[in-house]
């Protein structure tokens, strides 16, 4: 997660002319992840959780680099897809 939210905040700040800093982001991220015991719901519970941690990454995004809505919802949309199946194909067992 805290490369996902490096790698978005690298994004905004590079591209979108964002203004925070990491520890800006990292911190309410922190407070937010309250939303990881959604998993603990069988079968909506992950959909539930990368929902909502999209939508907590863009409200998060929007406050703290100061970019429009739309534009932080993709860039973090776009980013957490990415690293996910990034993540699945590097660390997927061969069986």
């Known amino acids: 997660m805290l490369l996902k939210l ?3 905040h690298l994004i905004f700040k590079w591209f979108c002319a964002g203004e925070g800093r990491l520890i800006q982001i990292i911190r309410p991220m922190l407070l ?5 015991l959604a998993l603990a719901v069988p079968f909506v519970g992950p959909i539930v959780m990368i929902l909502a941690s999209v939508t907590v990454m863009m409200m998060i995004f929007q406050e703290v680099d100061g970019v429009e809505a739309l534009t932080a919802f993709l ?20 069986f």
């Open 75 to 94: 860039i973090s949309a776009c980013v957490g897809v990415g690293l996910s199946l990034l993540e699945h194909f590097m660390f997927k067992t061969p």
């Open 6 to 8: 490096a790698v978005c």
């Open 32 to 36: 937010a992840s309250v939303i990881s």
